[in-house]
């Protein structure tokens, strides 16, 4: 007896230590808007060091998981309906994350038209020659320079590499026009072609740093000579608009900034940041950590402002490296990926890796690697643990697979077209590849939670979509629902529609409520809870859950 009482106690104390933390701050939950652009002091300049980070994500990280005893418990009690994951700390009632400086929702709410994802964000402007070298790239593994253009703005210049062009410059011109239409801050990438003879210098040798040798010609030259060029012989290469405002570093995927009153909500819960991982995973952007992102401060009064909090360097994605072509591994396996080394381990090395086995290798030096045959959504890898991805809740994850979604294929060819790619048989690949990865995306998670969205009451009935339906993804199907209501001679019942409307009672009194859980007919697919309550007259919507 007193063994089990102390076994009882141990489940308890590991239940207890993995029990969702209360969430940062509280907000009206039906909020449109997180108002987190209030003035405040500039934070301090946040500085990390590459390889110490790479190493915490990689190693330190998914070793600590390992050894998660809480979390191994509840994976334990899992078939038992036990669940404690902490869901995101700032989805609001209708399941939505509200506009604020990290995200703005766009694409999945209001169409952005192709003629907007064409330009990108910033207005779409392009680095006007002649163009002032300053100083050579820092950071990053992409060669390249920083200029000052024509119109006194500030570009870096990032290089394709030689044999491949487009191949990264492309990826990210296309990318970062998506997941700025998807509603991310992120900074402009434009492709662009240069001639030697296009670059200045203010004297022989262009300003620099003051702890960095100064730019000689005969240094460029040297890297032009590594870099692709178009048909013509212009040299190919990703622009990329410096961002306004004043740098205060990179976001910390995990914590949030204690200096920073407006930050409310530890990074690694914010939906935003989650369902990121489904998009990204789209666009097989597998180089993701703390140093491909970054803090803007904008001063609004005096010395005073707020953070903007932006996305950067999208190059390493589709099937683009700073090398040229995605090396084969990448978007399959982590840098250090234990699982794969495990299953080498017991299998003496015969087993063969998803990896070699998907037909990656495109033939088209402009694309790269990239395939959506054998992608699995939730078995993309980006090269390191993330944080939030790592604590991504199927409610998150639908979410996500949502605004991948929102996405029509003139959008996408909008966005391919922007990367103004020579070989014509890129943008045909391209596109034919992200249907290919959206569609499973749809199919993978819209067979986990239901894909029942876009709720409206008009005239005594509620409205929703079925976003397989509407994707051409699923037949005609019925809806389970059961309805209970706090209003009397409204009786709980249980019932089928084949319709996307379902009657609300209409004699219940003002002030009284309704819920509703809805679900697939015959399927697996985790239900949508509604809520309602009378208003008048009329039934008003108050609070939307999936999953």
């Known amino acids: 007896m ?20 209360r969430h940062d701050r509280t907000i009206d939950p039906a909020t449109r808007v997180d108002h987190d652009g209030v003035p405040v002091a500039r ?5 990390i060091g590459l390889y110490a980070h790479m190493f915490h994500q990689a190693i330190v990280m998914p070793i600590s998981h390992f050894f998660d005893l809480p979390d191994k418990i509840l994976w334990l009690l899992g078939p038992m309906g036990v669940d404690l994951r902490q869901e995101a700390a700032n989805a609001n009632a209708f399941d939505e994350v509200p506009n604020s400086t990290w995200f703005t929702n766009r694409n999945h709410i209001r169409a952005v038209s192709p003629a ?12 006007e020659k002649p163009w002032t070298v300053t100083e050579l790239k820092k950071g990053g593994f992409n060669a390249g320079f920083q200029i000052k253009d024509a119109n006194d703005k500030h570009w870096i210049i990032k290089l394709d590499r030689v044999g491949y062009p487009r191949a990264s410059s492309g990826a990210g011109v296309v990318s970062s026009r998506l997941v700025w239409a998807a509603g991310y801050n992120i900074s402009l990438e434009q492709a662009v072609l240069f001639r030697r003879d296009d670059l200045r210098f203010e004297t022989q040798v262009a300003s620099a740093a003051p702890d960095d040798p100064p730019v000689e010609p005969s240094r460029l030259d040297e890297m032009l000579e590594h870099t692709a060029r178009s048909t013509d012989g212009s040299y190919c290469a990703d622009a990329s608009l410096f961002l306004p405002g004043k740098v205060v570093g990179p976001i910390d995927f995990s914590g949030k900034r204690k200096d920073d009153p407006n930050d409310w909500y530890r990074h690694r819960n914010r939906r935003e940041l989650r369902g990121l991982y489904v998009f990204y995973s789209w666009l097989n952007n597998w180089d993701v950590k703390d140093q491909q992102s970054l803090d803007m401060f904008d001063e609004t009064q005096g010395k005073e402002g707020h953070l903007h909090h932006y996305l950067l360097d999208v190059n390493g994605s589709l099937g683009a490296a700073a090398e040229g072509a995605k090396p084969l591994p990448y978007g399959y396996e982590k840098r250090i990926d ?22 990656q290798r495109s033939g088209i030096a402009s694309v790269g690697n990239f395939e959506g045959d054998t992608f699995h959504p939730k078995r993309w890898r980006p090269l390191q643990e993330v944080p939030p991805f790592h604590e991504m809740s199927p409610r998150d994850a639908y979410w996500g697979a949502k605004l991948v979604c929102s996405f029509s294929d003139a959008q996408i060819q909008a966005a391919i077209d922007a990367a103004r790619y020579e070989d014509p048989r890129a943008p045909v690949y391209l596109i034919e590849v992200l ?7 749809a199919r993978y998670w819209f067979d986990r939670v239901a894909p029942l969205d876009y709720f409206e009451v008009r005239s005594e009935r509620l409205h929703f979509h079925d ?9 005609a199907r ?29 004699n219940a009194p003002h002030g009284s409520t309704l819920s509703l859980e809805l679900s ?28």
């Not at 907007?116 to 680095?127: A, S, T, Y």
């Not at 249907?435 to 995306?441: A, D, S, T």
């Open 2 to 21: 007193r063994a089990r009482a102390s076994l009882l106690l141990f489940v308890l104390a590991a239940l207890l230590a993995a029990a969702p933390a």
């Open 43 to 47: 934070p301090a300049k946040r500085d």
């Open 116 to 127: 907007e994802i064409r330009r990108g964000p910033f207005d779409g402007i392009l680095p």
């Open 338 to 359: 234990f699982g794969g080394i495990g299953k080498r381990l017991v299998s003496f090395g015969f087993i063969r890796e998803p990896w070699r086995k998907a037909p």
């Open 435 to 441: 249907q290919k990865r959206r569609e499973k995306i």
């Open 467 to 475: 976003l397989a339906r509407d994707l051409g993804m699923a037949q």
């Open 478 to 506: 019925s809806y389970a629902v059961e309805l209970s209501s706090s209003a009397s001679g409204v009786p709980e019942r249980s019932f089928v529609v084949s319709s996307t409307e379902i009657p609300l009672p209409h």
């Open 520 to 547: 697939l007919s015959g399927r697996s697919a985790k239900s949508v809870h509604v809520d309602l309550q009378r208003s008048g007259s009329g039934w008003v919507l108050t609070r939307i859950r999936h999953a």
